[in-house]
């Protein structure tokens, strides 16, 4: 295979080294293209610019495969804990049991969240949204655990431990706290899952979480876990590569995630199941309303920027859903229509030809709320679970000393003029 690809504009010639991935992915290396012939690349949305060389999560777009470190997503989501996940995803490899005990331990003698944070609750109105309460909390933690950025091996491990210890209680504060209840606090003696359950929902101390809940919710946050450099996960790492904390960066990452197109569409999904079932169920309608150019309806969890055949993500929860509502004795109307949507939308042409199909937020919501988790606090969820993505992404960008992030643009405005003074316009 070549190694050098050829650009050619006029009569000038320029070489462009290509990088090949571990999975044969080919890159044209672009970085000196500007020095050598004063062009830079053009590309809204990234749709095809690669950010950085990463070696935590594999994504193949057609063929609908997600790996984290090389491990195919469904063995994980069927064999694996979240908090071994969160290991693997940090460290680069699946921990030993004395590991995963040793880091285990060290997420639970960092649950603990300065008391005082909480007063900042008071600040927000009963309907605030909890991905507001949780962003602003997280870029609060900075003040308490290494505003200034340590980012020494030992620096970057501590702030990883303090914010994923910390993230599950800051999050119960958003739900607790805005609904006036009173606030929990974590039990480190339960694991990471049943812990999160407990923060959210123990009303004394004879909560007992269910059996059926905590391994639901564990697939859930395994699924979310990473998803390599979609929006939320690039933002954290511009952000850190202005070398913000840690604290600071996620923030941004959890403000990303909340957008509609992007995590924000679990909640979304929800509310139009809802909205086409008191609409009367006419499933039809909506897919035709999706389909009009003139309207600016879209068919919420379905379609995907990488994803061209079908995302495995959603694959596995279609299935859990099914398994976990009739585990739980829960029968949701919505679910109905969300398959017959489904199988209206793969039988069209328009979503056919634009290759859209059910994405992990189509079935998410159906499962949250038959956990017993409020419509807003899925996007939360959410955050939860890609949590370790974000900090693994941000730790990989410190430890390959990346530089500060900083696109180029093409300038298409006025050329230069005179300043008018203010009574001559
Ligand atoms: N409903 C109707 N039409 C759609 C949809 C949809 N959900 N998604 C894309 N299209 C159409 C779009 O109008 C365009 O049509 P045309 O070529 O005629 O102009 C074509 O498909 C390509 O869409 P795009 O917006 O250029 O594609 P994109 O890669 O920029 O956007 C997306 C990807 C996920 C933002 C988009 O599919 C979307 O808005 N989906 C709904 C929101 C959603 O479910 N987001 C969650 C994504 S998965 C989890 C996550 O990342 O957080």
Redo the contacts with the bound molecule.
Sequence with gaps: MANQATLKYNDQSYELPVVVGTENELALDISTLRDKSGFITLDS?Y?NTGATKSAITFLDGELGVLRYRGYPIDQLAEKSTFTEVIYLLLYGSLPTSTELSAFEAKLAANVEVPAQLAKMLDAFPADAHPMAVISSLTTSLSAYYGAEGDFSKEGVDKVAIQLLAKLPTLSSWALRGLAGKQLNVANPSLDYTSNLLSLFFAEDSNYKPDPTIVQALNTLLILHAD?EQ??SASTVRMVGSSRANLFASVSAGISA?WG????G?NQ??IEMLEAIKADGGDTMKYINK??D?NDGF????????VYKNF?PRARIIKAACDNILSKLGVSDPVLKIAKELEEAALNDPYFVE?K?YP????YSGIIYRALGIPVNMFTVM?ALGRLPGWISQWKEMIEGKEPIGRPRQVYVGALERDYVAIGDR
Excluded: I
């Design positions: 949305g749709k998803h979609n929006c995630l509609p197109l992007h995590g569409a979304e999904v999706a389909k150019k879209r068919l919420m969890g379905f379609g995907h920027r995302d634009r859209l994405n992990v937020d189509f959410f």
